[in-house]
């Protein structure tokens, strides 16, 4: 049986797109896989009494090694911030190619602090910074230098010790360019040193934690156990600086989406399961419930969706045990029908996530696809011409034709990079200045003006003659003849109308890096959990690779 | 050390504010990169371009044709290097084309280096006492290095160059005698077990 690939007219609306949850594709997951056989080393770890101080954690196979340097300062309360505005965090780090010297260390111990402010060498990877949750920090210290664990209610509602609120990468302030590292097999996936530095970064707040609470009290301090540690992952607080990236990479926005439907079609054509499969999906599902019942928010928005997931995940639970018949064939393909016909967008995606978990050898060939070499399809093929071009529009972005954009409504946001923060940010563009320097963010309307303008026109005439007088749409021009062989590169919705909720946007991509229990804090940034129930760095060499569904909290 | 990552998102931003539209932007950030990449002083020219281009008009050659001439104002270099990529698969039959009063040429350079990797051919680009050898986008040579590039080229002349050997066939003959010497002398019977052998040239 021949499955076809999902419509990515339904897929690429942004209500599916943030529906997304992530699955073994997921980039921190594709981390861990790939670095289980690296030696793990803590190399230097220099902090004071309170916890101020330097610490090296390094990665090394072979000859290649990858450090993170670690900075923890003191700051006071009143400086800690996790707005994009803030100057100073609790800790900032990077991710050092190599073993680094004395001189690195002292070099960077003047610039990582000031993170955006500061500069990087060709010789640093990724760069961050995280602030404690005081709250939860605090007592877990209290907790362990009195002997005790801490209370683990407080520590299932947050989560983590420290959260991150940016992590950067690829030549930012003077980071290596992709192009420096993109041969090495060990990092041939997207963000996976970015997933490195958060994942190291999660071990120094541990050996911090365990480090202030043995300070205060030498006699009766016991360690964190070890099973609260895997427990606890890093908090991201992340707002609108990571929407514009999916527009920005089409071809890696396609090959991300691409992957996905791929595992999902090639799943789907499975005809009989194998009785380990089928019971590895259902044990995932079952011990997903708690994953959802430990999803805190007080996001009116975020807990509808959190609830009727979690009645359509009981209803699909209750169908799997009472109704469905594994032996029938093609069972997962019965299942996906089942879904669409049955529930919501948020558990649709929420169990084809799922559905990838037994599968391995389907999902790890896919993996190494999931990255992009953008500049191939950088050049308009401008020997093609205006009735190719039209094809094109009609038949990859026929909703977007039907919009209106003479309507206020579907026109009324605009897109700009603030002068303050040097961030994209969302504005009414009739109540707000600074729509003339507006981001080419806006690609539903301006492919619909290019659409327009190709109607009055010869179908013959040259791509190339027609850019020499139309050039303020060349950027569109691009995407068009990009989409004819991604179909999963562009957003199928307006990106500019009244009811756009970015933080759909945001989910997308958090949910490829392997985010849970998405918290928006408003409609334009949220907070998130990376590597809860991760194994531990000393437990790379043999874990349960299944481990996003066994966490207790 | 600026990464090309920055460079990039910095040219971009600053050609849209310098009025180009977002698509040719995007193809100017593409290009300085390059150029900087190559070595070549992208970032300074572009700079002194855009300063320049404030109080002077420069005019645009949209289609190149074999000799553009200039009508009293210098061309701009960057209408003319993305409608060379655009038009580089129509102009390649004119096997060379030459350009009057071209101001910054060597910010044409990039778009001329990429124009070469569609056409999968070598182009000369020379002006005055410079010469540069572009190879498919993979390395410029030029007799330029470390010397101050002017700001206004007079006559520029650009040449496709066919796909030819470098060097001569007496050159090439004796490395291949010499290569020879790696190979093995056949037995009979390992001539009659290699593929094909055994089968009729007919079957």
């Given amino acids: 049986m021949n499955v076809e690939l999902r419509d990515p007219n339904i897929i690429m609306k942004l209500s599916r797109l943030g529906s997304f949850h992530q699955s073994r594709l997921s980039f921190l997951r594709s981390f861990l896989n790939e670095f289980k056989d690296w030696d793990y080393r803590r190399d230097l770890f220099d902090l004071d009494k309170d916890g101020f101080g330097t610490a090296v954690y390094s990665f090394k196979k072979k000859d290649r090694i990858y450090s993170l340097i670690c900075y923890a300062n003191k700051i006071n309360d009143d400086e800690r911030s996790d707005r994009v505005i803030a100057t100073k965090w609790d800790a900032a780090f990077t991710l050092h190619d190599g073993v680094p010297l004395k001189e690195d260390i002292e070099r960077l111990r003047n610039e990582v602090p000031k993170q955006e402010v500061g500069r990087l060498s060709y010789k640093e990877l990724t760069l961050s910074r995280a602030n404690k949750s005081v709250r939860v920090f605090d007592h877990v210290v209290e907790s362990l230098s009195n002997g005790l664990q801490p209370n683990l209610d407080l520590l299932e509602k947050v989560g983590y010790l420290y959260r991150t609120t940016a992590v950067y990468g690829s030549g930012k302030f003077g980071l290596a360019d992709r192009f420096r590292i993109k041969n090495r097999e060990e990092i041939n996936g997207p963000f996976r040193l970015e997933m490195m530095l958060v994942y190291l970064v999660r071990q120094f707040t541990f050996d911090q934690v365990n480090h202030v609470a043995k300070n205060r009290n030498p006699k009766s301090a016991v360690k964190l156990d070890p099973k609260i540690c895997r427990n606890l992952g890093i908090g991201n607080s992340t707002g609108l600086g990571m929407a514009p990236f999916i527009v920005n990479h089409p071809t890696l926005l396609n090959n991300w989406i691409l992957s996905r439907e791929v595992a999902l079609k090639k799943i789907r054509e499975i005809k009989i399961a194998e009785t380990q499969d089928i019971s590895l999906f259902q044990e995932c599902v079952k011990n997903s419930l708690k994953n959802i019942t430990s999803w805190n928010t007080e996001n009116e928005y975020q807990l509808k969706k959190i609830k009727l997931l979690l009645k359509d995940v009981r209803k699909f639970i209750h169908f799997l045990e009472n109704e469905f018949d594994f032996k029938k064939d093609y069972p997962f393909n019965e299942i996906y029908l089942w879904l669409e016909k049955e529930t919501c967008e948020e558990c649709i995606e929420y169990i084809v996530s799922i559905m990838m978990e037994p599968f391995g050898e389907i999902v790890q060939p896919l993996i190494s696809q999931m990255s992009s070499e953008e500049e191939k399809y950088f050049n308009i093929p401008t020997e093609r011409n205006v009735e190719d071009l039209k094809k094109i529009l009609e038949n990859k972005y026929s909703d977007i034709l039907k919009i209106d954009f003479n309507k206020k409504d579907s026109n009324q946001k605009f897109w700009f990079i603030s002068k303050n923060k040097e961030e994209p940010r969302l504005a009414n563009r009739f109540e707000e200045s600074g729509a003339d320097l507006e981001q080419p963010l806006a690609i539903a309307r301006d492919i619909k003006k290019l659409y327009e303008r190709l109607l009055s026109l010869k179908n013959n005439l040259k791509i190339n003659q027609f850019l020499i007088d139309n050039s303020d749409l060349r950027h569109v021009v691009r995407r068009a003849f990009i989409i004819e062989n991604f179909p999963y590169s562009e957003i199928q919705d307006n990106t500019i109308g009244e009811n756009i909720v970015p933080i759909d946007m945001l989910r997308l991509k958090l949910s490829f890096f392997g985010a849970l229990k998405f918290d928006p804090r408003s409609d334009k940034w949220l907070r998130i959990c990376m590597f809860q129930g991760a194994p531990l760095p000393n437990e790379l060499k043999d874990y349960d690779e299944q481990w996003v569904y066994k966490t207790f909290s | ?203």
Wanted: aromatic share 12%; net charge neutral; with cysteine.
């Fill in chain 2, 1 to 203: 050390m600026k990464s090309l990552s920055e460079i990039e998102t910095t040219v971009k931003r600053a050609s849209r504010a310098a009025g180009y539209s977002w698509g040719i932007a995007e193809e100017v950030g593409k290009s300085i990169r390059l150029s900087e990449l190559f070595g070549f002083p992208g970032i300074k020219h572009l700079n002194q371009y855009y300063q320049n281009k404030k109080k002077k008009n420069f005019d645009d050659i949209k289609l190149i044709d074999k000799i553009n001439k200039s009508k009293g104002l210098s061309f701009c270099p960057i209408t003319l290097g993305v409608n060379f990529i655009d038009q580089v698969k129509n102009i390649e039959t004119l096997t060379k084309f030459s350009v009057e009063k071209l101001a910054y040429p060597l910010l044409l350079l990039p778009f001329l280096s990429r124009g070469s990797e569609i056409i999968g051919k070598k182009l000369l680009f020379s002006f005055d006492d410079s010469k540069f050898l572009l190879n498919f986008n993979v390395s410029i040579s030029s007799n330029f290095w470390n010397k101050e590039i002017p700001v206004l080229a007079n006559q520029v002349e650009i040449s496709f160059l066919n796909n030819e050997d470098n060097f001569s066939n007496q050159d090439w003959k004796n490395l291949y005698k010499l290569a020879e010497d790696t190979f093995v002398e056949e037995t009979d019977s390992l001539k009659e077990g290699a593929a094909g052998a055994g089968l009729t040239d007919n079957d």
